[in-house]
């Protein structure tokens, strides 16, 4: 099985066997195959720890038909802004970004047991090692804080280590599981593939376009906080929202609401046990002043929580 390594500079090499950490210079037998990266998507790569992004988009630059297999993710206009060459910008010491990260994240429906996003990687960036408790993060010292990078000046990221984290986080996928966005389990990922590392950048980078593209999203955001900071932002209330939308499904559940609102039964649902009976749960939780439709009450947390959604659709 060939293998690939990425180094600084760049320089994109194949061999016959798998590197060890401490095997990421230069060997014997291997190939450069720098300027035909295109060819090699499929194989799995190694990246050097100094491998930046910058090293990355020159790898575009040197295998030019890289870029029009990605010509979907913005590459042209990502290429020409990192062709200007790396800017640092001044940051916090906490919100410094140490390197970057690429990681997987499978979602596994534990009720049919299916695993979802099995083939993109994500990328956020990492701070360093904290020395200190941070309470607004939840993080404490000795961890690290990861940063999302999506309207990031591309250029203020082109100097950053690219790496990849091989332990990969499985969530629960069931959006009737009482566990559901929560993570249920770790597994690693022995092999990433050179197509999965520029497809997981390129993602991340481009998820609101060009630079161009990116900067008018960034001004917008800059200009709700500006006018929630001076009070000239119109806002409304969760229990606002939610009325509007009427809670679809809630509704034909219940017999009674016993004077609370929809929106206050709704989200107390998430709290029932998937195996606890869920018309026993919500008569304690409520004081049996709500009360659940006959039809329904035979139904555990998670059975409950099916059926208001397929209430809903």
């Not at 990355?56 to 870029?67: I, Q, R, T, Y």
């Not at 010509?71 to 020409?80: E, T």
């Not at 047991?113 to 200190?132: I, M, N």
């Not at 906080?225 to 939610?242: P, R």
Request: aromatic content about 8%; overall charge negative.
């Amino acid at each position: 099985m060939h293998h690939l390594i990425l180094r600084p500079g760049p320089e994109l090499v194949l061999r016959a066997f798998r590197p060890e950490p401490d095997e990421l210079g230069p060997r014997p037998k291997e190939r450069n195959v720098t300027d035909r990266a295109h060819e090699f998507l499929f194989e799995a790569i190694t990246l050097h720890p100094q491998a930046t992004l910058a090293d990355v988009f020159a790898l575009m630059e040197a295998s030019p038909l890289l870029k029009r297999i990605y010509r979907p993710s913005f590459v042209g206009d990502l290429c020409a802004e990192a062709s200007k060459g790396p800017v640092h910008g001044e940051q916090p010491a906490h919100d410094r970004i140490e390197y970057l990260e690429l990681y997987a994240q499978w979602g596994l429906d534990t009720h049919t047991q299916t695993y979802s996003s099995t083939t993109r990687l994500r990328l956020h960036g990492v701070g360093p090692v904290l020395q200190e408790d941070h309470p607004e993060e939840h993080k404490r010292k000795g961890e690290r804080i990861e940063w999302a990078v999506s309207l990031t000046p591309l250029r203020e990221l082109l100097a950053l280590p690219v790496r990849v984290n091989h332990s990969m986080r499985i969530t629960e996928d069931d959006q009737a599981a009482q566990a559901w966005m929560q993570e249920i389990g770790r597994a690693q990922v022995e092999d990433v593939t050179l197509g999965q590392v520029i497809e997981g950048l390129l993602w991340e980078l481009s998820f609101h376009g060009g630079p161009a593209e990116q900067e008018a999203v960034a001004e917008g955001l800059r200009q709700q906080v500006a006018e929630l900071k001076d009070g000239t932002a119109k806002t409304y209330s969760s229990d606002e929202v939610f009325e509007r939308l009427g809670l679809p499904g809630c509704d034909g559940l219940f017999d009674e609401f016993g004077g609370h609102k929809p929106r206050e039964v709704d989200q107390a649902l998430r709290d029932i046990g998937d195996t606890e009976n869920a018309a026993d749960w919500i008569a304690r939780k409520f004081e049996g002043r709500v009360v659940v439709k006959p039809e329904f009450r035979h139904l555990n947390g998670r059975e409950f929580r099916r059926a208001r959604q397929d209430l809903r659709r």
